[in-house]
């Protein structure tokens, strides 16, 4: 039984520079992507960053979302089957329930898995 669980959420001050982190538990072997979603009240999910890494792909791969880009940054621990998020410069848009999605096997949304949130409030 897969479970991921996200950590490092709270309030935080505009501006600050909190990390996240996702740990997968249930599997041995490294997954094929991991990436991190957000959705704001209101609003859909949106992609925040995605990296792909271990033995299905060629190499580690990121891709952002427009909103963060230049200010987020995923990383990878295969070895731990984790992955964080770092987050620079928070601004109040930030505001939202961070999602970690999980990929092992590169078969698409119908495989994938979530984890539960952590919601990161973004305000003075």
């Known amino acids: 039984q897969v479970q991921l669980v996200e950590s490092g959420g709270g309030s935080v001050q505009p501006g600050g520079s909190p990390t996240l982190s996702c740990a997968a538990s249930g599997r041995s072997y490294s997954s094929y992507e991991m990436a991190w979603y957000r959705q704001a009240p209101g609003k859909q999910r949106e992609l925040v960053a995605a990296?792909?890494?271990?033995?299905?792909?060629?190499?580690?791969?990121?891709e952002y979302g427009a909103a963060v880009k230049g200010r987020f940054t995923i990383s990878r621990d295969d070895d731990k089957n984790a992955a964080h998020l770092q987050m620079n410069s928070l601004e109040p848009e930030d505001t939202a329930n961070y999602f970690c999605?999980?990929?092992?096997?590169?078969?698409?949304?119908?495989?994938?898995?979530w984890g539960q949130g952590t919601q990161v409030t973004v305000s003075s």
């Open positions: 990296l792909t890494g271990g033995p299905l792909a060629r190499g580690n791969s990121a």
């Open positions: 999605r999980v990929d092992f096997f590169r078969l698409g949304p119908n495989y994938y898995y």
